[in-house]
């Protein structure tokens, strides 16, 4: 399992519209197969910073089954227009305790 984590920036004001565009995309996200979770989150310090959790499969789902695909078209047709730039996305593996 692999963790993709998205910084999103919002556009100032957006924070509301983005939230309910986010409500609408998110069965694009969790119909993808390998998609195992999904979470955003909101910034309290800074309430226009939004963090996306998402638990895929492997990266390899995530990039082909996802961003390779017409969901991520219309997933960020939904909620691209409120983004303050490019989110900052990453994976992540658990660390072994």
């Given at each position: ?11 100032t004001g957006h924070e509301d519209d983005f939230a309910a565009a986010y409500a ?53 047709a939904l909620i691209g227009p409120h983004f303050a730039g490019p989110p900052n ?9």
């Amino acid at each position: 399992m692999v963790l993709e984590v998205a910084l999103i920036d919002v556009i100032t004001g957006h924070e509301d519209d983005f939230a309910a565009a986010y409500a609408q995309a998110r069965p694009i996200i969790t119909g993808a197969p390998g998609c195992r979770s999904v979470r955003m989150t909101r910034g309290i310090e800074s309430p226009s910073r939004f963090v996306l959790l998402v638990e895929w499969d492997s990266v390899e789902a995530h990039e082909d089954n996802f961003r390779a695909t017409e969901r991520f078209e219309q997933w960020r047709a939904l909620i691209g227009p409120h983004f303050a730039g490019p989110p900052n996305v990453e994976h992540f593996v658990d660390v072994p305790a």
